[in-house]
């Protein structure tokens, strides 16, 4: 049994507010460990579930954040930028079994600690036919079409409770409570720890491979917080303006449309002018 950890911060013990998550800040440097917690305590509950080999993809902002030699040696880790699949590569190979979203967090527009689709600001919404999309909700409909079901999500509250739309079988755990976009009542990393590695080891059990569901067409929409990005993410072949601040493209699979969406997030944050957006 294969398992793959998409670890993205955002949705990590004791995280926040933007220092937590930025590179290079003291808060990150703290947070880091904390981050790497809830993620080896994945690792070491799937291995206690059975699992044969867990694979830890990075996922957040340089993808180059969790701490390597505090993980679980039975584990590997892809770390860095510039990966086919962003936040789920790994998934395309056929190996994997299942797949656990840890450190999630709500999508842009949402409530939720540091709420945000891909770009910390920018994006207020995301659409997959017609359905306000999560990270998360992005990313299930792209292993959907590899047969991999989604086992476990952690992040606050508010993301286990988007969790339940689009992976509604997968074990949650919350390791805050929402209170604003930058506050939240956290639970120790010790106690984290301890409910994400249980809840890994029962998910172990989920991790069983499905028909691949089948493929779109999906219709993307995007809306940004200025003109001048929906206008600039109309470079990308196949993205129209359907609105002042919104485009929308339509893609044959989710693999070609969370390509195309990570094209038009690098377009428009290429397109932010310091202070004005």
């Given at each position: 049994?294969?398992?793959?950890?998409?670890?993205?911060?955002?949705?990590?013990?004791?995280?926040?507010?933007?220092?937590?998550?930025?590179?290079?800040?003291?808060?990150?440097?703290?947070?880091?460990?904390?981050?790497?917690?809830d993620v080896n305590a994945a690792v070491l509950g799937f291995f206690d579930g059975g699992a044969d080999e867990v694979l830890v993809n990075e996922a957040h902002w340089t993808m180059r954040n969790l701490l390597l030699e505090q993980l679980d040696e039975r584990a590997e880790m892809l770390t860095g930028r510039h990966k086919s699949l962003s936040m789920i590569e790994g998934v395309q190979h056929g190996d994997v079994d299942g797949i656990a979203f840890i450190g999630y967090h709500a999508g842009a527009g949402m409530e939720g600690v540091l709420a945000h689709t891909y770009l910390a600001n920018q994006i207020t919404g995301v659409?997959?036919?017609?359905?306000?999309?999560?990270?998360?909700?992005l990313n299930s409909h792209v292993v959907a079409e590899y047969g991999v079901p989604v086992v476990l999500v952690t992040?606050?509250?508010?993301?286990?409770?988007?969790?339940?739309?689009?992976?509604?079988?997968?074990?949650?755990?919350?390791?805050?409570?929402?209170?604003?976009?930058?506050?939240?009542?956290?639970?120790?990393?010790?106690?984290?720890?301890?409910?994400?590695?249980?809840?890994?080891?029962?998910?172990?059990?989920?991790?069983?491979?499905?028909?691949?569901?089948?493929?779109?067409?999906?219709?993307?929409?995007?809306?940004?917080?200025?003109?001048?990005?929906?206008?600039?993410?109309t470079v990308v072949p196949g993205v129209r303006r359907v609105a002042e601040r919104k485009v929308a493209y339509t893609s044959d699979t989710m693999y070609e449309g969370i390509r195309t969406f990570k094209a038009v997030t690098t377009i428009a944050s290429a397109a932010v002018e310091e202070q004005y957006g």
């Open positions: 049994m294969k398992i793959l950890i998409s670890a993205d911060m955002e949705g990590a013990t004791g995280v926040t507010w933007p220092a937590d998550v930025l590179p290079g800040t003291p808060q990150w440097e703290r947070c880091r460990s904390m981050f790497t917690s659409w997959v036919d017609g359905v306000r999309a999560s990270e998360g909700l992040g606050d509250d508010l993301a286990c409770e988007d969790a339940l739309g689009y992976a509604p079988g997968a074990l949650k755990v919350a390791v805050k409570d929402h209170v604003s976009r930058y506050a939240a009542v956290c639970r120790t990393p010790a106690r984290t720890a301890a409910d994400i590695r249980s809840a890994a080891k029962d998910a172990a059990a989920l991790a069983v491979r499905h028909e691949p569901v089948a493929a779109g067409p999906h219709t993307v929409e995007v809306e940004f917080d200025a003109e001048h990005l929906s206008m600039a993410a």
